[in-house]
């Protein structure tokens, strides 16, 4: 599946609610009509307290959660009438997902925890090796390619983590809240690595974080308050439009 | 996915359980070994043994006798009260619809004698002798002389032994006197004198009123009917001729009526009755012992198949608790890119790895048992004619349909898990 960018639209949010089931009080809404544009090789870095969706957001953008209500183009293609072939086509090659807490496979080593796209994508083995070895280098750690994640820092464990994001070379990565568990050194240095990527690759990102040292970094900055968003600097179309 | 990557993927998950994966092949081994020693048996129940009981009662034969006056535990047949089956009733019920064959067995009509030795051991018995035609026991008849008759003064007499002589002989006087014990090839060809006339709990009889047969033993019989020496009539009834006139020529013992299907059973048993003589069915008999050899193999499939429903609701706990583990392992893989089917194929695959490997383990160790246990039973039990060929089935078709089973199993109780696993959005695993 090829997928166009329509006037440089890589990703286009219209009017997405979701809400989580409630035992007591009812369904409990998170995003209550989110409208959003993010233009091929932005940096939209999205702020707002723990709960308030930012996540949610993110996970319905990446196709890995379907909205109550609202649809998501991906160069101009609604994420959510693919079929399952189509959405995991998306979610392996356009796609890359970098979560706060890593989802390392404990029993896979870095190498083969980064290997796992590329395997997805179809590339026999011996291939995928190779690529998992280059984005582990650029992500300064092919020393520790034999290691295990018990055996890696936090920071470490991040940056296997981009690496797995990026081993297929997608158009957009997602980061959820990657410098959440780390300290603000690490935070930092993480940071930095995402919009190197950016820089050099012309890649899109969409982050959902609380570290303000993004706004050295992002291109434009979103604020999510009681399920809607709200622009922050930068240029953005927002629900009012 | 590809093959390559699937194993890829098999391999490390397969390791990093070690613990777990070794005991569910031990499991998954130990019930289909259990299976497979409860199918092999009851497979030899109803083969071997259900054929055997079915050559020795033959369900579409029916034994025709005189009506005998019960007294108590005796039974009289006195020719002046009981009708004779002659060589006229037996045409007669020849030409009944779905009549096969109609078998005479003539009884030699004197005392008789057998002489010889035996393995050693020389001796003279008493016995009682038979003459049926050569058709009657064609598929008994393994030596080459053949069950025919023959008028030539050098040519030995050919008999037939009942099985149940050499059993007695092996399990009787070969146990008690240290004897060696007998299997078939000893018996045929060996050679005895029949003394005609002669009888070890009579009087010395008068030379004239004796005769002397060599006989070759040519077969051996499991018909229960055929319990002493069975000789081709002609020659019964030429010393039955001898012995006592013509009269005593064709005076049958009874007939073996063979049927061509059950459906003629009543209206041949109906006209039997109606000559005037019994039928001695062995309908009832062969019914119940089928029904008890089938209602033995039953229990014991029954057994091997609740044992493998145990160690099937086991692996479903099991991999139910291991699908609980592995929720976000699954959101993960389908986060970056797996299909459903792709992640059912990860997931189901190492179950059925795990199946398989456990059943060609217990299946290929219940093969070894059962080969090794036909050879030992062999070797150690004395030979007897009731007892199959081996105790337990030892083909290989056997351990195949075990280890597919133990494949289709694993899959059939995991698949369905997973497939509710995989079909929910990777957000949500990953939540959990």
């Known amino acids: 599946m090829r997928w166009g960018f329509l006037d440089n639209k890589l990703v286009q949010v219209v009017d997405v609610q979701h809400a989580y089931a409630g035992e007591s009080a009812g369904d409990s809404w998170v995003l209550c009509g989110i409208s959003l544009t993010v233009h091929q090789g932005e940096f939209v870095a999205i702020h707002g307290r723990s709960g308030t969706g930012k996540s949610t957001l993110l996970h319905i953008v990446g196709g890995i959660l379907a909205p109550r209500r609202g649809r998501v183009l991906i160069g101009g293609q609604d994420l959510f009438q693919l079929g399952d072939r189509a959405l995991s086509h998306f979610r392996n090659r356009t796609l890359g997902f970098v979560f706060q807490n890593y989802y390392l496979a404990p029993s896979l080593t870095a190498l083969e925890n980064v290997m796992v796209p590329a395997l997805l994508s179809g590339e026999p083995v011996h291939r995928a090796r190779h690529r998992a070895m280059d984005a582990l280098d650029q992500v300064g750690l092919a020393a520790k390619a034999k290691a295990r994640p018990g055996d890696l820092s936090g920071g470490q464990m991040q940056r296997v983590a981009i690496a797995r994001a990026l081993v297929n070379h997608p158009a957009l990565l997602l980061a959820d809240e990657p410098t959440g568990n780390l300290d603000e050194q690490t935070g930092g240095e993480i940071m930095d690595l995402l919009a190197s990527y950016q820089r050099a690759r012309g890649l899109t990102i969409l982050m959902a974080t609380h570290d303000p040292s993004v706004e050295l970094h992002a291109t434009s900055q979103l604020y999510l308050i009681g399920g809607k968003l709200q622009a922050g600097t930068g240029a953005v179309e927002s629900a009012a439009n | ?432």
């Not at chain 2, 259990?34 to 033959?58: G, M, Q, T, Y």
């Not at chain 2, 000559?275 to 062969?286: D, I, K």
Request: net charge positive; glycine share 8%.
């Open chain 2, 1 to 432: 996915m590809k093959l390559g990557q699937v194993i890829f993927f098999l391999r490390r998950n397969l390791k990093r359980r070690r613990g777990r994966t070794l005991a569910a092949i031990g499991a998954v081994a130990v019930a289909i070994a259990v299976f497979h020693l409860a199918a092999a048996l009851a497979l030899v129940l109803r083969s071997d043994v259900l054929n055997k009981v079915e050559r020795i009662f033959p369900e579409r034969t029916m034994i025709v006798r005189a009506r005998a006056i019960e007294l108590g535990p005796l039974a009289f047949a006195p020719a002046l009260l009981t009708a004779r089956i002659t060589p006229e009733i037996a045409q007669r019920l020849a030409a009944l619809p779905g009549v096969e064959s109609v078998w005479p067995q003539l009884p030699l009509n004197m005392p008789a004698l057998a002489t010889g030795s035996l393995a050693g051991y020389e001796g003279s018995t008493d016995i009682v002798a038979y003459g049926v035609p050569r058709e009657m026991v064609a598929a008994d008849v393994i030596g080459k002389r053949g069950f025919t008759y023959s008028d030539s003064p050098t040519s030995p007499m050919p008999v037939i032994v009942s099985r149940f002589f050499v059993d007695m002989f092996n399990l009787g006087l070969a146990e008690g006197q240290g004897l060696p014990k007998l299997t078939d090839q000893a018996v045929i060809g060996r050679h005895f004198q029949m003394v005609l006339g002669a009888s070890l709990l009579t009087v010395e009889a008068p030379a004239d009123r004796v005769r002397k047969i060599e006989c070759e033993i040519v077969g051996l019989t499991d018909n229960p009917s055929l319990l002493g020496v069975t000789a081709p009539i002609e020659y019964v009834r030429e010393f039955n001729r001898w012995y006592q006139g013509e009269k005593a020529a064709e005076n049958y013992a009874q007939l073996h009526l063979t049927l061509r299907s059950m459906e003629h059973y009543d209206a041949a048993a109906k006209t039997v009755e109606s000559l005037g003589l019994q039928v001695v069915g062995q309908r009832e008999t062969a019914r119940r012992l089928r029904l008890a050899i089938n209602g033995a193999a039953l229990v014991l499939l029954a057994f091997g198949a609740a044992i493998l429903a145990l160690a099937a609701i086991n692996i479903i706990n099991t991999f139910a608790l291991i699908m609980l583990e592995r929720r976000g392992e699954i959101g993960l893989l389908r986060a970056v890119g797996a299909t459903r089917l792709g992640a059912m194929a990860l997931l189901v695959g190492e179950s059925v790895v795990l199946g398989l490997a456990g059943a060609t383990v217990g299946s290929g160790a219940a093969w070894g048992i059962a080969i090794a246990l036909n050879r030992a039973l062999a070797r150690w039990l004395p030979p007897f004619s009731l007892a199959p060929s081996r105790w337990l089935d030892e083909r290989a078709s056997l351990f195949l349909f075990c280890a597919a089973l133990g494949l289709i199993g694993s899959a059939l109780a995991t698949a369905p898990m997973v497939w509710k696993a995989v079909r929910r959005w990777p957000a949500d695993l990953l939540r959990e």
